[in-house]
């Protein structure tokens, strides 16, 4: 991905409820992962998934899972039965050009209220 | 199986001092990427180290910055006569392979006084 676009600086969810974080790309590859990465106050940068453009299928991994739009660019993140470690910043990301270097939006806070 | 180590956590130096950042890997990965996250933004790739090679140092300032990843022991990022525009938080990543996931350490932050 040559650039990679979070829209939405900030995002607030109740404990328990579904929230989505938008992300859009663009890329000229054909084949290419997208990632998604959530950052606590910690700092540390956790991979929660991975999406592989050449496989449909949607990732998933327990409460979290992509919706994948190849055709529009588009990779958000559905995290369900939000829980309030769920709070942090993150970031969606994608290689840039046919490169192993990952390209990172600006991120979207995530706050879980109780 | 530890994951992808780095030192310091906290570092601070004065304008003008060498700062030295160091990287290990996870076990068994043997590519290494630097990347810098500046307050409120994204992570910006630096550079891309395999053992004793520059793959990709697109990201790197041209003056006073260099990575190395020697055959034996960790990365280092070093960055000479810092400036308070360097203060920021440095993280390392590893990966298995090429065009795989990165596994990130807990980061550097420098601070420059």
């Known amino acids: 991905a040559q650039t990679v676009t979070q829209s939405q600086p900030e995002m607030s969810v109740q404990e328990a409820e579904t929230v989505t974080l938008s992300c859009t790309y663009d890329t000229s590859e054909n084949n290419y992962y997208l990632f998604w990465y959530k950052q606590p106050p910690s700092r540390q940068m956790i991979l929660v998934i991975r999406?592989?453009?050449?496989?449909?299928q949607n990732a998933t991994e327990n409460r979290f899972s992509v919706n994948f739009q190849k055709a529009a660019k588009s990779f958000s993140l559905k995290i369900s039965d939000s829980q309030l470690g769920d709070t942090a910043m993150y970031f969606c990301?994608?290689?840039?050009?046919?490169?192993?270097?990952?390209?990172f939006g600006k991120g979207t806070k995530l706050t879980v209220n109780p | 199986n530890a994951g992808v180590m780095q030192n310091p956590r906290h570092l601070v130096r004065r304008r003008g001092q060498e700062a030295r950042l160091r990287c290990s890997p996870m076990k068994g990965h043997s590519h290494v990427y630097w990347y810098r996250q500046l307050p409120e933004e994204g992570l910006k790739f630096m550079v891309y180290?395999?053992?004793?090679?520059?793959?990709?140092e697109s990201g790197m300032p041209k003056e006073r910055f260099s990575a190395e990843f020697p055959k034996e022991g960790p990365s280092i990022l070093r960055i000479q006569q810092v400036v308070r525009g360097d203060s920021a938080a440095y993280f390392c990543a590893s990966s298995l392979i090429d065009y795989s996931e990165q596994y990130f350490g807990p980061g550097t932050r420098l601070t420059v006084t």
């Open positions: 180290l395999q053992k004793e090679n520059i793959i990709d």
């Open positions: 999406q592989e453009a050449y496989k449909q």
């Open positions: 990301a994608g290689p840039q050009g046919g490169s192993e270097k990952l390209v």
